[in-house]
């Protein structure tokens, strides 16, 4: 089954076991780093339970990308995002009606449409995938609120939950379970430790000097995620005037532009990319050696998730997190800000951040430890671990 579509002949370590038991209809919570071959993991039960697999994403290049290699390997597919004539929907009807697997692709925001009822009327749906379920989560970093709908699709159709995230604390996990009304889970967590990546958290007031001794020091591909749009396009030229290479991208760009950077990017023809937040979903690039954050993030998951961009090739790399006073400030004025219950969540996001990067303590075991991973021994592999090294009595 699978050489024969994907031409390998052994799965990675933790996908048979999750892919065995999504084949065999039970509702199934997979807790993946990124990088860890997360669309094989429902992409081949949904071949084998047959009918439609429906695919919810937020991730609208990542559906296209998938679509497109589904395709590739002559399986049937299709992404429903912008505007769907109704031609295009009558076609895709007709080939979900032929074939006897199907994925379809959409942003849970669709499922209320007049279009998607048609489409899926009187089709066997064999499996429903949450991709990103901790968007499910008003805890998690990027709650988004159509994801509460996915759970009635288990009364009209009947079909087992396949849940899928790279990022999730214990109470996210409680909270994917409970609004998706899954039944008996099997719940796969994996190691979220990323052992190749160097972290480090400095407290700077000159943050350009850092930023570019860093890249001065890392001569590789490099992020550097700021917070605002200005900031971004205001360190993108700081950059350029020093000479390195460099791109901005921010939620502010219309997006041909984006599409334009982000493929100036992946092709190497950018060396650094200025970013805020709203760049790398998705976004695969092995190479990348650093990843500088100048702003603080709004919670340590986005910061480790962003974080990651850096050594997905498995050779080292940096985490660097500047954290300068006016961040800070900016960061605790937050928590007096707002109602109650927008209180209480700043609180829950931002105090691991600022813990995280205040404390003398190894920064792996802060982070692992965040998301429910306990490791016995300091890593070596941090800032701290390298002053405690450093510092320790020789013999
Ligand atoms: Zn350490």
Redo the contacts with the bound molecule.
Sequence with gaps: MLSSYWGFTSFRPGQAEIIESVVGGTDTLALLPTGGGKSLCFQVPGLLRGGVTLVLSPLISLMHDQVLGLAGRGIAAFAMTGRVDAGLLSNVRSRMSSSNSFFLYLAPERLNTRQFRWLIQGQRVGLIVVDEAHCISSWGHDFRPAYRTIQQLRENYGAPFCALTATATRRVERDIVKNLALRSPRVFRYSFDRPNIHFSVRQVVDARGEVLSWLDRERGPAIIYDSSREGVEIWAEKLRRAGISSAAYHGGLNAGFKDHVQRRWMRKKVRVMVATNAFGMGIDRPDVRLVLHVGLPDSLESYYQEAGRAGRDGRPAHAVLLVSPEARKARMALLRAGSFRQRIRANRLVRPILRYAEREM????GVLGYFGENIRV?????D??GRLKREAPHH
Excluded: F, I
Excluded at 362 to 365: F, H, K, Q, S
């Design positions: 190894c920064r792996r075991w300091p890593c070596g592999n941090c701290v671990c």
